[in-house]
T-cell receptor, first 112, second 111 residues
Framework: GENVEQHPSTLSVQEGDSAVIKCTYS??????FPWYKQELGKRPQLIID?????GEKKDQRIAVTLNKTAKHFSLHITETQPEDSAVYFC???????????FGKGTKLSVKP | SQTIHQWPATLVQPVGSPLSLECTVE??????LYWYRQAAGRGLQLLFY??????ISSEVPQNLSASRPQDRQFILSSKKLLLSDSGFYLC??????????FGPGTRLTVL
């Protein structure tokens, strides 16, 4: 089945710097790759997603890139702000079931 | 629009007591439904998922069980709670290769 690895597990940046979180997946049949942000004590919420027919997608300060050949995708946050501090999860759809398989999460801290 | 409800929001239970957490979805029909558990500071562990009434798949062996008595209702149960059952329980709904929408969660503390 699908396996998703996410790195790093923690990331600390200065306000205004960029942050990059990387994920790899194992199932070549995966077609859908969402990213979720979870603030402390709250539910995960989708911030951006990408499908396998697209290599890059951008939404203001957030972008996701996908390399299907290498089976990895990344989240890029530019001009980070303290409110970006949260746990970020990547996920990949399971080719056989359509479910999402989540990475273990990255705790991002943005220091003012 | 679709909404997802979970209750209770918080729960404190003694070891060995039973558990029943409920999740209901509005505004959609025949959704895939999921139960996740999140230990403090940890990732999302998929416990169960359901593609229809009475259809439950278990991802992890444990002392928990799930049921789907109605199309938009998903219940997580246990006959006897363990200390290790403490955590943040999230219900979610979604379709095939699409976004999953999470409920507000239930924070369970087993003492």
């Amino acid at each position: 089945g699908e396996n998703v690895e996410q790195h790093p597990s923690t990331l600390s940046v200065q306000e205004g710097d960029s942050a990059v979180i990387k994920c790899t997946y194992s199932d070549s049949a995966s077609n859908y790759f969402p990213w979720y942000k979870q603030e402390l004590g709250k539910r995960p919420q989708l911030i951006i997603d990408i499908r396998s027919n697209v290599g890059e997608k951008k939404d203001q300060r957030i972008a996701v890139t996908l390399n299907k050949t290498a089976k990895h995708f990344s989240l890029h946050i530019t001009e980070t702000q303290p409110e970006d501090s949260a746990v970020y999860f990547c996920a990949a759809s399971s080719g056989s079931q359509g479910n999402l398989i989540f990475g273990k999460g990255t705790k991002l801290s943005v220091k003012p | 629009s679709q909404t997802i409800h979970q209750w209770p929001a918080t729960l404190v239970q003694p070891v060995g007591s039973p558990l029943s957490l409920e999740c209901t979805v509005e505004g959609t029909s025949n959704p895939n439904l999921y139960w996740y558990r999140q230990a403090a500071g940890r990732g999302l562990q998929l416990l169960f998922y359901s593609v229809g009434i009475g259809q439950i798949s278990s991802e992890v062996p444990q002392n928990l069980s799930a049921s789907r008595p109605q199309d938009r209702q998903f219940i997580l149960s246990s006959k006897k709670l363990l200390l290790s059952d403490s955590g943040f329980y999230l219900c979610a709904w979604g379709g095939w290769e699409t976004e999953q929408f999470f409920g507000p969660g239930t924070r369970l503390t087993v003492l």
